[in-house]
């Protein structure tokens, strides 16, 4: 009896197996409109049109020049083929390295092209997505040029990032699902069930290469993994341990660019490489980002109280307004539509539902980035953009099934044209704050950095901007080659002294930063080991406002930093002002159209302005010390205070420099009161 069970399970499976034509109807829930419906050749041509209009346009907006965030930093690795902040994004810069050898363009603008390659063919990706599922090309490319020009994703393209790159291995690993899904049955002696474990196979090497670019996509990987094992496909990976052993070994070599991090420190030991990769403690710590915090997004304290409720809606309403207005809406019509692609119980539109929600609560609450910050909130809605990928395929699936409900003239003559229009219109509402081949304010930024210090300075920096920015100007496009950048941020970490000191002709008085920890070493005791050696410059201020050099050095403005003197050896601050005024940057005025409120280049524009209240602060506090000390140049101290205030006060009155200025005016007052008239028509014009 048991045989015959077996033998009539087998004939039901074959004589009864759908054909891949019919699993595809099973699988879509859409019914056929012919009026929607397009051939083969007219799907190819609309995915051509998909991925020649998107590249053209990304490559004609990229960043000409060295973009803000992390591009900076992740160019110059590719450029060197050294090893990016953890995790590394290994094949990023595998891959970013060869385009770097393109005979044209500034090298940012050579990596900036592959971002643009793959987020076309992320777009391109997406169409086929839809497509294959809706049998709707119109549908699928709408859905796919509303996701490429959105803001977010079109700014993060063009630039020399990790992100297309995701969304392009992402895609990748939802399209290939979806094949699984098509070509999916228990008959083992199917062609089809060949070509399914094939798709899972290669499923799994996409999802250990997309590892290697960014970590966020195995937020979309275990999903797929549970619903494989435990839903669609239980009987052959659940108790099949050859097939896992296949499986985790395409994942291994999709994961194998990490290889990389591993065996440069012994063959291209170079500076500006992270971490201490080169031994398999410091290989895992990289990996899981440790230095930053393995599931945390931003590595400094906060005291910021939003939640994930807040994430949430910061999310849904960028969302909102990235896909203009109409097209989130329509999004929520697709998801629910989209479960009812219910081949095998819980089916794949189950699969990018439960991704999506345990992207939103599981990223989104471990994330500990402040909001308190435009800029933060700018950091954080990057990671977005995956979110969105899902977003803009029930985007499409919503068109579908709006496309079913109408009539064929009707969605042919009006509903076709109108979603053409307004795909159009999301690229020209968009282009003008999206076009960057124009945009040198990094680059203009890089050179006011550099281009002040002395022969053969050090140049310490803290934070990402004069560090990435920096290093990138310094090692890609040679600008200054005699001078060492040093990042303050880096010096806590034990490994910096270790495995990067020896690279640069600087002494480093312990074994890191740290005031308290036996080993650690102070800003003055770095200051006194180098300061006979090398000119010294700080940018960005002093790790946690240290004070410990203050008793025995002194500081001068200098472009967009301070030169470090000791105070026996000070120059005279009114010499010294007049000889390196030229420094300093001129005041930015940006175009509040152009730049969104969380753009790097506002951050530009705000640390020229600093440096020239920098200058300002020290000048006045070098005319009070002069004053008190009875030297006679405290006057024309204050009146170059007054000159750099007056610079500030015209495009930001702020209420401190509002008070310096009225300080600075009193002094000038009390000198000039017994003077002349001349001075007092001086000083009276100076206070107009």
């Known amino acids: 009896m048991a045989g015959g069970k077996v033998k009539k399970v087998q004939s039901n499976s074959n004589t009864k197996q759908p054909s891949v034509r019919e699993s595809v109807k099973l699988l879509s829930p859409f019914e056929s409109n012919e009026s929607n419906l397009l051939g083969h050749y007219e799907r190819t041509i609309l995915g051509l049109v998909v991925f020649i209009t998107t590249l053209s346009i990304y490559v004609r907006t990229a960043y000409a020049s060295v973009p803000g965030g992390d591009s900076g930093e992740l160019i110059l690795t590719a450029q060197r083929l050294s090893i990016a902040h953890p995790p590394g994004y290994p094949i990023f810069t595998l891959l970013g390295h060869f385009f770097t050898y393109l005979p044209f363009g500034s090298i940012a603008w050579r990596v900036g092209v592959m971002s643009c390659l793959f987020g076309s063919l992320a777009g391109v990706v997406i169409y086929l997505i839809l497509s294959d599922w809706t049998k709707n090309s119109w549908a699928s490319l709408v859905a796919s040029l509303m996701f490429c020009f959105s803001p977010l994703i079109w700014l993060y393209t063009i630039q020399g990032e990790v992100f297309s790159m995701n969304h392009f291995f992402v895609s990748l690993l939802i399209y290939l699902c979806f094949k699984y899904s098509q070509h999916y049955t228990h008959d083992t002696k199917s062609p089809d069930y060949e070509k399914s474990i094939k798709y899972a196979h290669m499923g799994a090497f996409i999802g250990g290469i997309g590892m290697a670019n960014q970590h966020t996509i195995v937020l979309i990987v275990i999903p797929i993994v549970m619903w494989l094992v435990f839903v669609v496909g239980r009987r052959e990976f659940l108790f099949n341990t050859r097939r896992w052993i296949s499986m985790l070994l395409c994942f291994a070599v999709g994961l194998s660019p990490y290889i990389h991090i591993f065996i440069t420190p012994h063959l291209n030991l170079q500076q500006y490489a992270w971490g201490n990769t080169g031994t398999l403690s410091g290989f895992i710590s990289h990996f899981l980002r440790e230095d930053y915090g393995t599931f945390q997004l931003y590595s400094g304290q906060t005291t910021d109280l939003s939640g994930l409720s807040d994430r949430v809606l910061l999310f849904l309403s960028t969302a909102f307004s990235d896909f203009m207005y109409w097209g989130l809406p329509i999004a929520f019509i697709g998801f629910f539509y989209s479960l009812r692609a219910t081949r095998f119980g819980f089916g794949f539109g189950w699969l990018l539902a439960g991704s999506f929600l345990l992207y939103l609560t599981a990223f989104f609450k471990l994330t500990n980035m402040p909001l308190i910050d435009p800029l933060y909130v700018g950091v954080l809605s990057r990671f977005f ?27 042919r003559f009006i509903l076709t044209p109108l979603l053409l229009v307004l795909c159009v219109t999301q690229i020209t509402r968009n282009f003008y704050s999206m076009d960057h081949s124009n945009n040198f304010v990094f680059a203009q930024y890089g050179h006011s950095l550099l281009d002040p210090l002395p022969e053969n300075a050090i140049l310490l920096v803290q934070g990402d901007l004069p560090s990435n920015v920096g290093h990138y100007m310094h090692f890609c496009e040679k600008v200054r080659p005699d001078v060492d950048i040093v990042n303050v941020d880096v010096l806590v970490w034990d490994w910096f002294v270790r495995v990067q000191g020896p690279l640069y002709n600087i002494t480093w008085p312990g074994k890191f930063y740290h005031l308290v920890k036996p080993g650690g070493f102070s800003t003055k005791t770095f200051f006194d080991a180098n300061i006979d050696k090398r000119p010294i410059v700080v940018v960005g201020g002093f790790k946690d406002n240290e004070e410990s050099w203050k008793n025995d050095y ?10 470090i003197f000791k105070k026996s050896d000070t120059p005279d601050p009114v010499e010294w002002v007049k000889k390196m005024g030229s420094s300093l940057p001129p005041i930015l005025s940006l175009d509040k159209d152009k730049f969104r409120d969380d753009a790097w280049e506002w ?24 004053k008190e000390q009875g030297k006679t140049n405290w006057k024309e101290l204050f009146e170059m205070a007054v000159v750099e205030l007056e610079k500030l006060i015209k495009t930001r009155p702020t209420v401190w420099n509002l008070k310096m200025l009225g300080v600075a005016h009193n002094y000038i007052s009390m000198a000039y009161k017994n003077g002349s008239n001349e001075h007092k028509n001086e000083l009276k014009s100076a206070t107009d």
Do not use: D
């Open 554 to 563: 002194a500081q001068l403005p200098l472009g967009l930093g301070t030169q």
């Open 385 to 411: 953009m995956q979110a969105n990928l899902l977003l803009s395929i029930w985007i499409g699936i919503g068109l579908a099934f709006i496309y079913t409900c109408i009539p064929p003239n009707f969605s």
């Open 603 to 626: 951050v530009v524009e705000n640390e020229f302005w600093k440096a020239h209240q920098s200058k300002a602060e020290i000048l006045l506090k070098h005319a009070e010390a002069s």
